[in-house]
């Protein structure tokens, strides 16, 4: 009896020693066990999902496919010499709630297989949870081209993509910048601006998810613009239409020197 328990106990851990183990390097990283499901969350209706799965293995070989055996959103896949991808494509109109997806991978040749890899998206539609658009932050500006700054926070746990349209109030000119924010990463953002003058001048800019109509976001900042030595030759060359005729010559080269 004591020789068939041992026996037993050593055929048990052999069989639990032939399993292999997933790592599912990003959005999060942990070690997928059969059955039991790994949480991402927060991602946002319209967000793209990237799973990075480690190749390597502690046996003598590496996974080589991937396929998720359920799940109704789009998914594609892709692989480099360290990873494999899953990218999972949320749909737009994805109603809040857990959306449960099983994947199984093999080596080149099917000889390894680890079924029942579980990953479980969590979807929310509240904006709060997904990202943080911060204010149009100070910059010590001067007349001429400039740049200001703004951050977005992509809490979310996809990949997020924004539009960001900016003005200043009184110019005609419009600008419009795209970026795309890693998941779960804060980034500041560097926008052109032109000034034309010394004087106060008003900003607003609208940033917009390109993913989920949910995120959008109206900014305004109030900001000084100093003047600079050419905007002063400039506007001498324009403030003066009465000039004392011995100062003609000086007003002249100052006015030529804005222009260089």
């Known amino acids: ?39 991402v969350s927060p991602v946002g209706p319209g967000y793209k999902v990237i799973l990075a799965f480690d190749r390597d293995t502690p046996e003598d070989f590496v996974w080589d496919n991937l396929q998720c055996i359920n799940g109704t959103w789009n998914i594609t896949y892709a692989k480099d010499h360290k990873y494999l991808y899953a990218f999972l494509h949320v749909p737009r109109d994805a109603e809040e709630g857990n959306y449960t997806f099983s994947f199984t991978v093999a080596d080149r040749n099917g000889d390894h297989v680890q079924e029942d890899a579980i990953v479980v998206i969590h979807i929310t539609r509240n904006p709060w949870d997904l990202a943080e658009i911060k204010p149009l932050e100070d910059a010590e500006l001067y007349a001429g081209n400039n740049t200001i700054t703004l951050a977005i926070d992509n809490k979310a746990l996809g990949e ?25 990463k804060e980034e500041k953002i560097s926008l052109p601006i032109y000034f034309p003058n010394e004087g106060y001048y008003r900003v607003r800019a609208v940033v917009e998810s390109l993913d989920t109509p949910i995120i959008k976001a109206s900014l305004e900042r109030e900001y000084y613009v100093k003047p600079t030595l050419r905007s002063k030759f400039a506007s001498i060359s324009r403030g003066f239409p009465v000039i004392p005729v011995p100062l003609v010559p000086v007003y002249t080269i100052l006015g030529l020197l804005s222009l260089i």
């Open 160 to 184: 997020a993509r924004y539009k960001i349209t900016y003005w200043v109030e009184g110019v005609s000119r419009t600008y419009e910048k795209e970026v795309v924010i890693s998941p779960g």
């Open 1 to 39: 009896m004591k020789r068939f328990l041992v026996l037993f106990g050593i055929m048990l851990l052999a069989s639990l020693a032939s399993g292999y183990v997933l790592h599912l390097v990003t959005p999060v990283n942990v070690y997928l066990e059969p059955l039991k499901p790994t949480l």
